[in-house]
Protein backbone atom coordinates (compact mmCIF):
# COMPACT_ATOMS: atom_id res chain seq x y z
CA UNK A 1 0.00 0.00 0.00
CA UNK A 2 1.24 2.96 -0.95
CA UNK A 3 2.53 6.31 1.26
CA UNK A 4 0.43 9.57 1.46
CA UNK A 5 2.16 12.76 1.06
CA UNK A 6 2.30 13.72 4.96
CA UNK A 7 3.14 10.17 5.88
CA UNK A 8 6.06 10.27 3.58
CA UNK A 9 7.31 13.30 5.04
CA UNK A 10 6.66 12.03 8.22
CA UNK A 11 9.31 9.35 7.67
CA UNK A 12 11.69 11.38 5.49
CA UNK A 13 11.70 13.54 9.15
CA UNK A 14 12.19 10.61 11.63
CA UNK A 15 14.95 9.41 8.89
CA UNK A 16 16.80 12.88 9.07
CA UNK A 17 16.63 12.80 12.55
CA UNK A 18 17.92 9.44 12.44
CA UNK A 19 21.02 10.54 10.61
CA UNK A 20 21.91 13.39 12.90
CA UNK A 21 21.51 11.11 15.37
CA UNK A 22 24.21 8.78 14.00
CA UNK A 23 26.52 11.92 12.99
CA UNK A 24 27.21 13.05 16.56
CA UNK A 25 26.40 9.54 18.23
CA UNK A 26 29.18 7.73 15.81
CA UNK A 27 31.68 10.83 16.96
CA UNK A 28 31.37 10.01 20.33
CA UNK A 29 32.30 7.57 23.22
CA UNK A 30 29.06 5.55 22.19
CA UNK A 31 29.11 2.64 19.93
CA UNK A 32 27.06 0.87 17.54
CA UNK A 33 25.43 -2.35 19.58
CA UNK A 34 21.84 -4.00 19.92
CA UNK A 35 20.50 -1.48 21.89
CA UNK A 36 21.84 1.46 19.57
CA UNK A 37 20.48 -0.50 16.87
CA UNK A 38 17.01 -0.89 18.39
CA UNK A 39 17.17 2.85 19.08
CA UNK A 40 17.82 3.92 15.24
CA UNK A 41 14.84 1.78 14.37
CA UNK A 42 12.60 3.64 16.62
CA UNK A 43 13.53 6.56 15.84
CA UNK A 44 12.76 5.34 12.28
CA UNK A 45 9.01 4.37 13.07
CA UNK A 46 8.37 6.73 16.39
CA UNK A 47 7.55 4.35 17.85
CA UNK A 48 7.48 2.40 21.87
CA UNK A 49 6.21 -0.62 21.22
CA UNK A 50 8.74 -3.67 20.39
CA UNK A 51 9.94 -2.92 17.07
CA UNK A 52 12.31 -6.51 16.71
CA UNK A 53 10.85 -9.29 14.16
CA UNK A 54 9.51 -12.24 16.01
CA UNK A 55 7.39 -13.85 13.51
CA UNK A 56 7.52 -14.67 9.55
CA UNK A 57 6.94 -11.73 7.66
CA UNK A 58 6.41 -11.11 3.50
CA UNK A 59 7.91 -8.15 1.60
CA UNK A 60 7.56 -7.07 -1.59
CA UNK A 61 11.31 -6.28 -2.61
CA UNK A 62 12.44 -3.72 -5.56
CA UNK A 63 12.43 -6.55 -8.22
CA UNK A 64 8.97 -6.86 -7.53
CA UNK A 65 9.05 -10.37 -6.28
CA UNK A 66 7.33 -10.88 -2.42
CA UNK A 67 9.53 -12.56 -0.23
CA UNK A 68 8.54 -14.68 2.61
CA UNK A 69 10.98 -13.79 5.63
CA UNK A 70 10.74 -17.08 8.18
CA UNK A 71 10.14 -16.68 12.07
CA UNK A 72 13.07 -15.32 13.67
CA UNK A 73 14.01 -16.82 17.24
CA UNK A 74 15.80 -14.25 18.55
CA UNK A 75 16.61 -11.27 16.10
CA UNK A 76 18.81 -9.14 18.81
CA UNK A 77 21.21 -12.47 19.13
CA UNK A 78 21.90 -12.38 14.77
CA UNK A 79 21.97 -8.79 15.27
CA UNK A 80 24.81 -8.91 17.96
CA UNK A 81 26.55 -11.39 15.37
CA UNK A 82 26.25 -9.23 12.42
CA UNK A 83 27.55 -5.97 14.15
CA UNK A 84 30.12 -8.30 16.01
CA UNK A 85 31.26 -9.17 12.39
CA UNK A 86 30.65 -5.84 10.65
CA UNK A 87 32.62 -4.52 13.97
CA UNK A 88 35.69 -6.72 13.47
CA UNK A 89 35.64 -5.85 9.87
CA UNK A 90 36.15 -2.32 10.64
CA UNK A 91 39.00 -3.03 13.06
CA UNK A 92 40.71 -4.76 10.98
CA UNK A 93 40.70 -1.10 8.34
CA UNK A 94 38.10 -2.65 6.48
CA UNK A 95 35.23 -0.12 6.71
CA UNK A 96 33.89 -0.04 3.55
CA UNK A 97 33.44 -3.85 3.42
CA UNK A 98 31.82 -3.33 6.98
CA UNK A 99 29.41 -0.96 6.14
CA UNK A 100 28.40 -3.11 3.13
CA UNK A 101 28.05 -5.87 4.80
CA UNK A 102 26.24 -4.78 7.94
CA UNK A 103 23.90 -3.17 5.58
CA UNK A 104 23.12 -6.03 3.48
CA UNK A 105 22.87 -8.78 6.02
CA UNK A 106 20.64 -6.67 7.66
CA UNK A 107 18.71 -6.06 5.06
CA UNK A 108 18.68 -10.10 4.34
CA UNK A 109 18.13 -10.91 8.09
CA UNK A 110 14.90 -8.54 8.21
CA UNK A 111 15.21 -7.95 11.46
CA UNK A 112 12.69 -5.35 12.34
CA UNK A 113 8.95 -5.28 12.03
CA UNK A 114 9.26 -2.44 10.06
CA UNK A 115 11.75 0.21 8.37
CA UNK A 116 14.87 -2.38 8.13
CA UNK A 117 16.73 -0.48 5.15
CA UNK A 118 16.65 2.92 6.36
CA UNK A 119 18.08 0.87 9.71
CA UNK A 120 20.49 -0.93 7.71
CA UNK A 121 21.32 3.05 6.17
CA UNK A 122 21.89 4.66 9.65
CA UNK A 123 23.97 1.54 10.85
CA UNK A 124 26.42 1.89 7.91
CA UNK A 125 26.39 5.33 8.20
CA UNK A 126 27.18 4.76 11.70
CA UNK A 127 30.32 2.11 10.73
CA UNK A 128 31.57 4.89 8.43
CA UNK A 129 31.63 8.07 10.15
CA UNK A 130 33.21 6.44 13.07
CA UNK A 131 36.07 5.33 10.78
CA UNK A 132 36.51 8.60 8.72
CA UNK A 133 34.63 7.75 5.93
CA UNK A 134 31.46 9.68 4.53
CA UNK A 135 28.45 8.93 2.12
CA UNK A 136 25.66 11.16 1.19
CA UNK A 137 22.83 9.77 3.70
CA UNK A 138 19.84 10.29 0.60
CA UNK A 139 22.01 8.85 -1.90
CA UNK A 140 22.43 5.62 0.26
CA UNK A 141 18.69 5.30 0.89
CA UNK A 142 17.82 5.85 -2.45
CA UNK A 143 20.17 3.38 -4.48
CA UNK A 144 17.90 0.73 -5.47
CA UNK A 145 18.48 -2.61 -3.98
CA UNK A 146 18.32 -5.19 -5.98
CA UNK A 147 17.46 -9.31 -4.88
CA UNK A 148 20.82 -9.56 -2.84
CA UNK A 149 20.16 -13.45 -2.48
CA UNK A 150 21.62 -13.31 -6.35
CA UNK A 151 25.30 -13.23 -6.41
CA UNK A 152 25.82 -11.30 -9.70
CA UNK A 153 22.91 -8.55 -8.18
CA UNK A 154 24.74 -8.20 -4.99
CA UNK A 155 28.44 -8.04 -6.95
CA UNK A 156 27.03 -5.02 -8.56
CA UNK A 157 25.46 -3.81 -5.89
CA UNK A 158 28.57 -3.52 -3.94
CA UNK A 159 29.88 -1.68 -6.48
CA UNK A 160 27.18 0.82 -6.60
CA UNK A 161 27.56 1.14 -2.90
CA UNK A 162 30.79 1.35 -2.35
CA UNK A 163 31.21 4.71 -5.11
CA UNK A 164 28.95 6.66 -2.79
CA UNK A 165 31.60 6.46 0.09
CA UNK A 166 34.69 8.83 0.32
CA UNK A 167 37.15 9.37 2.89
CA UNK A 168 36.99 12.73 5.18
Do not use: C
Request: charged letters at 25%; a negative charge; hydrophobic letters at 40%.
Amino acid sequence: MANGPLQNQMIEQRFLQGVNYVQQASHSIKKINTGELEHLNKILIAGDEESWRFEAAQVLIPTGKSHQFGLVSNPINKAREILGNALQMAGNREPKKAALYLYTEMILGHLFRDANRRTAVLAAIWILHGEGFTVDPQAMLDLPVPDLRIDKERQEFSKKFEALITED
